[in-house]
T-cell receptor
Framework: DGGITQSPKYLFRKEGQNVTLSCEQN?????MYWYRQDPGQGLRLIYY???????QKGDIAEGYSVSREKKESFPLTVTSAQKNPTAFYLC???????????FGPGTRLTVT | GENVEQHPSTLSVQEGDSAVIKCTYS??????FPWYKQELGKGPQLIID?????GEKKDQRIAVTLNKTAKHFSLHITETQPEDSAVYFC??????????????FGTGTRLQVTL
């Protein structure tokens, strides 16, 4: 069953704590992306990666970090430096050179 | 960078009627325009897309039109059904072979199909 999985679906953290969101894909896609979605807004790109061990900042990378040690995995860490971390986080992937992006089910992070 | 505007923000139609959602983009080099449907609490699902060398594309009850001169594109849903109720997002990218496609999204349209 091919697709993108994100875990957990809901995540709660206290302010000042770092938290890592998981994203795994078995589509053999080269490129992976992290987006943030806030109520009533579109998706905003946080980071993306085209190949293993390489990643680029998106439009709102401040307060976030990523790694890409395996083709299948692209975890996102929300650090304590992120001022407004509560949001719905979406991971996506695409074949390198293809425009079509496919999304995972998302993780809703709540920081109090 | 690219800027995508989407209208309306909410749209209510009766079952069986048509729905139209419009987007404008700013980067004349953008060449790929997807539409996503997002149901509550789920990730967006790609429903249709169009490339800059095509003016219109249809897939059963949904169609997308592109006007490159005016830099706008629209999603048309005919014979709407209750299961069409969702949030719809347009996006644009200039893409490029060998590079990841950095999509810029509109702010979404909440479509409600009433019985």
């Amino acid at each position: 069953d091919g697709g993108i999985t994100q875990s957990p679906k809901y995540l709660f953290r206290k302010e000042g704590q770092n938290v890592t969101l998981s994203c795994e894909q078995n589509l053999n896609h080269d490129a992976m992306y992290w987006y943030r979605q806030d109520p009533g807004q579109g998706l905003r790109l946080i980071y993306y990666s085209q190949i293993v061990n390489d990643f680029q900042k998106g439009d709102i990378a401040e307060g976030y970090s990523v790694s890409r040690e395996k083709k299948e995995s692209f975890p996102l860490t929300v650090t304590s430096a992120q001022k407004n971390p509560t949001a719905f986080y979406l991971c996506a992937s695409s074949k390198l050179g293809s425009y079509e992006q496919y999304f995972g089910p998302g993780t809703r992070l709540t920081v109090t | 960078g690219e800027n995508v505007e989407q209208h309306p923000s909410t749209l209510s139609v009766q079952e069986g009627d048509s729905a139209v959602i419009k987007c404008t983009y700013s980067d004349s080099a953008s060449n790929y325009f997807p539409w996503y449907k997002q149901e509550l609490g789920k990730g967006p699902q790609l429903i249709i897309d169009i490339r800059s060398n095509v003016g219109e594309k249809k897939d059963q009850r949904i169609a997308v039109t592109l006007n490159k001169t005016a830099k706008h594109f629209s999603l048309h849903i005919t014979e709407t059904q209750p299961e069409d109720s969702a949030v719809y997002f347009c996006a644009a990218t200039r893409g490029g072979t060998g590079t990841a496609s950095k999509l810029t999204f509109g702010t979404g349209t909440r479509l409600q199909v009433t019985l």
